[in-house]
Structure formats: structure tokens, C-alpha cells
């Protein structure tokens, strides 16, 4: 009968631990639901501040990929870059499709899709944050994207797309390497290793390793590595409002408008001076300028392609995702 007194008690100690434990767990919950990160995140942002209505609102905004961001939730605009919040944050561009990470988390790990979480889309901080304005500009075309127009000519310069030929939505090339625009965005340091040391976490690669090209001008695997996140970018939504609209379709058909896609043409006349846009023709004025061949005025809008830049056209994919399509 004691032992069976003794066993009871025990259950009984047993019971109130594990309901004590419960009722902690329930408290800390609770907490939690009437703490959440997001508002300690508010009231930092907000000291020292003598106007901050937006404390205490859950920011819920379209972006142009056609997801929600909820970014600002936590980030008072303009806080960060105010120079770029002014044409960007107005235009509801969204803040994770130029920085990545998840835009509609609360919480910073699954927000910035830190190791250890399942999300596949990590925060992308400087420089190569510049790979997000592949999303509407040309390389180079806009200032504060120079690393990304290096990149894509360093791309061209290594002989990346031999193996690696973009717009083909799969694999290609003669050694078969995939399309890099197809893979989703890689962390950076998962790419700079598939550069330097292919084979280690792929033994059976036959991909060279690059870490000579890059020994004397470390900061040049950068810019590579800028212009590659560049390639994996959510595509616009074609179907958004205004300002996301007309970028989603501002490079349809860009490659197939001839001359006057890469050069400013006045009167759309070929005349043989021209200021080009595009970086890759920028390196090649003299090569490729129309008065080699054309000692007068042409107009631009002749059917046939100028030969010349036909022997060019395939490097087009760099920057524009079809050489006669789409650039998204």
C-alpha cells in the first residue's frame, strides 16, 4: 500500500510539472502574440522621432513581382537610401524584388531568409544589390549598376556562355552546362564557391575553376557574381498597375527594333554618330560604328539586319534574355 501511495504522489508531481510547463509555454506564446518583433522594430525606428503615426500598423503593399511586401513594417522609408526611395517607393517597386528575402514575413529570419530557415531567396546586401536593376535597366544604363554592366562583360570575356548559354531555359552548350537563368538566386557564397572550386560540393564537375582569372583582381568575382544573381530575378507582373505595368513590357521585342534598340538615334537616321546604350556596344564603338560601312545617312527601318551586328547578336542574351524576345 505505500509503494502504491509513493507511485501516486509521483503522477501527481509528474502531472503538476508538466502543467506548469504548459502554462509557461501558453505565457510565453501569449507574449509573443501581444509582443511581436515587429513592434519592438517600430519603436526603435521611431526614436527620437516627434511624428511616427505608422506605429502600431502592419505595412501590407503590392510590389511589381506580384507578391506583398510588408517590409515597411519594420523599415521607415526612406530611412535606409533616400536618394533611391524617391523613384523607386512611390512606384510601389516593392522592396524584396531589389533586395530579395521574403517580403510578406514579420519575422527577421524567414523576412531576410537567413540560414536555417526553408526560404530560398536570402537578402541581397551590397554591392550586389545592383543585380535587382537587371529588372528594368539595361547594365549600366542607370548609375549605381556599374558593377552589374562589368559582370556581364566579364561573362562574355570568360567564355561563360559557351557552357552556360542563356534564354535556352534548360541545358545547353557543347559541355552541356545548365542555364543559369533557370537555377532560382544563390546565396553568394554558394556561387563564389561554383566559380573558384567547382568540384567541391559537385566532385563530378567538369567546369574549370576560375580562381586564377580572378588572383590579381579580387574584386572582379564580384561583379560576376552581380551580374549572375541578376539572371535568377522574379519576373515583373505583366498584369501590375502604372509604373509595374509599363516596366514589365518595356523590353518586349527589345533586340528586334534593329539599330534603333542600342542607339539614340536622331530622326531615326544611321548616320554614323551615334551614343550608344548598351555596354557591350559601348566597348566595340569603333568596331561596330555604322560609318565603317555606311558613308551616308541609311535609314534605320531597312528589313535586313546589318550583317556586322548579326556576328554580334548571339552575345545579345547577355542582357536580353532572347536574342529576338522578351527581356525580363
Known sequence: MQ???????????????LATWLLVVLLAVGWRELHPQWRTLQRRAAAGRQDAPWLGMI???PDCSGDVNRCRTCHFPGQEHPAAMRSHLDNQSGCSHCHGGTGRALVIPAAHSLPGTRLVDPLMYQPFVQASCAGCHLPGEKPGSERLARG?????????????????????GFDFG???????????????????????????????????????????????????????LPPLDPGGDGWCRSRAGRWQGLVEQH??????????????????RCSYLLERGAELNCSRCHRQASSADSDDDCPLLEQHRRNCV???????????
Open 3 to 17: 509503494d502504491a501511495g509513493k507511485n501516486t504522489r509521483r503522477w501527481y508531481w509528474l502531472l503538476l510539472l
Open 59 to 61: 505595412f501590407s503593399e
Open 152 to 172: 556581364a562583360m566579364l561573362f562574355l570575356r570568360l567564355g561563360c556562355s559557351l557552357c552556360h548559354p542563356l534564354g535556352t531555359g534548360g541545358r545547353g
Open 178 to 232: 545548365p542555364d543559369l537563368s533557370t537555377m532560382g538566386r544563390r546565396s553568394t557564397e554558394e556561387l563564389r564557391t561554383a566559380i573558384i572550386d567547382p568540384r567541391r560540393d559537385f566532385a563530378a564537375s567538369t567546369m574549370p575553376s576560375f580562381a586564377t582569372s580572378f588572383a590579381t583582381h579580387p574584386e572582379q568575382l564580384d561583379d560576376l557574381l552581380v551580374f549572375l544573381l541578376s539572371l535568377s
Open 259 to 276: 539599330c534603333s534598340a542600342c542607339h539614340n538615334l536622331a530622326g531615326r537616321r544611321a548616320g554614323g554618330t551615334f551614343r550608344h
Open 318 to 328: 547577355v542582357c536580353h534574355r532572347q536574342a529576338r524576345g522578351e527581356r525580363s
